[in-house]
Every structure is written in structure tokens, then in C-alpha cells.
């Protein structure tokens, strides 16, 4: 299991730096070796934290780390343009600057360049590990043709996708192209943004500075029947003396070794709530029964809005 860093730049809410440096620690030291992040997170912010946080211990942390894409005052972010040669290398060299690092472990595309053809993009975070700036490759919700045209080019390592009881579409074939390649799947949103934990009792933002606002299943269109089935994932929670987000990373754990949950969080409270997920054994009967739960197609809404959903699946 990685550690998310998402949520420590502010997305859901003011986060605090020394707590957050504080969980990057507490992590490392119950054997955490992966951490997620992206140079847009926080315009920076999250690199310069986790760079400070690992200053003494760079050699105990596998970095994933995403390029984020261009963003644009009138459109947001926009994943054309974001794929070019040009553009990779510029955000890798900014990326080591602000971490204070010199190699990444693993440079991710966050979102295909519908403009530039995959194999341009990967050819060119190729050359990336050829000059030792980089040590792997990914993508990241990219379609699975897309991942094997690029894996042509060069070897990728690993793809990010959303992937929890709500989000299953890596099922439907990202998880069959990824055994044939060898490639790790970095499941991120394991607990659906936190609506999968119980504790998001309204529809909308959770706060002034709360992204969720925007996402479909955050709405009030959407909240009851999303609510309803949290329900029933808090009470086989209290039956196995765990919280509701535990059993929704060891439903994860169980699909497989290649599956790498990459929860986020801010504190060491919820680092330690996550972790311990991986001391549940969930049973073949809980396993049939979250799948009654949450069968595939079940979540009500769209996990992004209209123009979140076109750059996803390219």
C-alpha cells in the first residue's frame, strides 16, 4: 500500500504542513515505501513538503510522481498540449528541483495529450531515463490500447487508474492488459474521495476549500443512493471490527498483488486507520457480498464532471 500526498496541498480542505510531514514519517516508518504525487498538486506545494519530509531519508521512499496537465483560467485543466516532448522534460526538471532529488523513481503521464501520439510522449519520458532523470515509466487513465501502443515504444512499469468498489472499470480490461504486460496497477481513490469512509454525511463540498463540489456523486442528485450503499459497507465493517474505509482497501488488497492501493490522507490518525486495512482477511462469503453491494456500474453519477470524463479512457 502507497501513501496518496494528494490531500496534503489543500484539495479537500486546509491541510497542515508539520502534521503532513509528520504522516510522510510516520509512513516511512511502518514500512511504507511508495508515495503518489504530481507536480500540480498545490502548483508545487506537495513536491517542496515531500522533498522536506524525505531530506534525510530519500533512500526509503519510491517516488511516483505525475506531470499534472496544463491549466488554463477559462477551460481548467487541459490535456492537450500536456503530452509534448518539450513539456515532459521541462515539468521533470522542475519536479527534481522542487523534491530535491535527482532521479524520479517513476515519472507518470496524468492525462494522454489527444494531440501528440502516445509513442511521441513515451519516446520522450524515454530519453528522460536515458539521461538518468527518470528510473520508469507510467500512464495514467489511459485506455488500454493506448497503454499497449506506448508499451511498444519503451517498457512501462505501471498504470494509474481509479479503482474501488464504486470505480470497478479497470476490470472491465486495464487489469488484463496490465498481467499480459507485467505492469503494476496503481489503484488511486481507493475510498472513492472519501464517500466510501461513512463519515461524508451531505451532498456538495465538505468545506469552503472542498474540490468534491464538482464531482457527480458528491451532488444532491446523486447522494442518497451513493449513501445507501455506504450504509451497507459500514455494516459489514462493524461485524469485522473495522472501519468502513478498512474494508474497502482490503477488498482492494484482495484483487490482486499487482493492485497497489494508493489511499490519501493528511494525518497520522487516518495513515494508521489505512494501514491496518492490510490485517483484515475479508472471506470469500464478504467478498460475494460486497460484490451484491457494488457490482460493477452501481456508483449513481459519473465519477468526474463532462470535462473531467473526456480526458479519461484515451
Known amino acids: 500500500m502507497g501513501l496518496g500526498c494528494y490531500s496534503m496541498s489543500g484539495a479537500y480542505g486546509a491541510a497542515d504542513d508539520a502534521e503532513s510531514i509528520a504522516t510522510i514519517h510516520r509512513a516511512i516508518e511502518r514500512g ?4 503518489d504525487t504530481s507536480a500540480s498538486y498545490g502548483q508545487g506545494h506537495n513536491h517542496t513538503l515531500i522533498g522536506k519530509a524525505i531530506k534525510d531519508r530519500r533512500d526509503k521512499v519510491f517516488i511516483h510522481s505525475k506531470t499534472g ?6 477551460m481548467g485543466s487541459v490535456a492537450e498540449g500536456s503530452g509534448t516532448p518539450e513539456r515532459l522534460r521541462e ?59 506506448g508499451f511498444g515504444t519503451r517498457t512501462l512499469t505501471s498504470l494509474q487508474y481509479e479503482y474501488s468498489l464504486w470505480t470497478r472499470d479497470p476490470e472491465d480490461d486495464h487489469l488484463v492488459t496490465c498481467r499480459e504486460l507485467d505492469m503494476a496497477l496503481m489503484a488511486y481513490a481507493p475510498l472513492g474521495y472519501g464517500f466510501l469512509t461513512g463519515t461524508v454525511n451531505k451532498a456538495g463540498a465538505q468545506s469552503d476549500a472542498d474540490t468534491r463540489q464538482k464531482f457527480p456523486r458528491f451532488t444532491e442528485d446523486h447522494f ?24 474497502c482497501l482490503a477488498w482492494l488488497l484482495a484483487q490482486g498483488d499487482d493492485v497497489f492501493p494508493i489511499p490519501g490522507c493528511k494525518s497520522r ?27 460493477k456500474g452501481s456508483a449513481s453519477g459519473d465519477r468526474y464532471p463532462p470535462d473531467g470524463m473526456q480526458r479519461v479512457n484515451r
Not at 69 to 74: A, C, G, H, P, Q
Not at 93 to 118: A, Y
Not at 226 to 246: F, I, W
Open 32 to 35: 511504507v515505501t511508495l508515495l
Open 69 to 74: 496537465t496544463i491549466r488554463s483560467r477559462e
Open 91 to 149: 515539468i521533470c526538471d522542475l519536479s527534481l528541483k522542487n523534491l530535491g532529488i535527482k532521479t524520479l523513481d517513476v515519472m507518470t503521464m496524468s492525462r494522454v495529450d489527444p494531440t501528440v501520439p502516445i509513442e511521441e510522449s513515451v519516446g520522450a519520458m524515454g530519453r528522460l531515463v536515458d539521461d538518468g532523470k527518470i528510473r520508469f515509466i507510467g500512464l495514467s487513465e489511459a485506455a488500454s490500447a493506448t497503454v499497449r501502443h
Open 224 to 247: 442518497a443512493a451513493n449513501r445507501q450503499r455506504v450504509t451497507q459497507l459500514e455494516a459489514l465493517g462493524r461485524d469485522k471490527g473495522a472501519t468502513a474505509a478498512q474494508i
Open 269 to 295: 490518525r487516518h495513515l494508521d486507520e489505512n494501514l491496518d486495512a492490510m490485517d483484515i482477511a475479508l472471506t470469500p462469503e464478504d467478498l460475494s457480498f460486497l460484490d451484491l453491494v457494488f457490482p
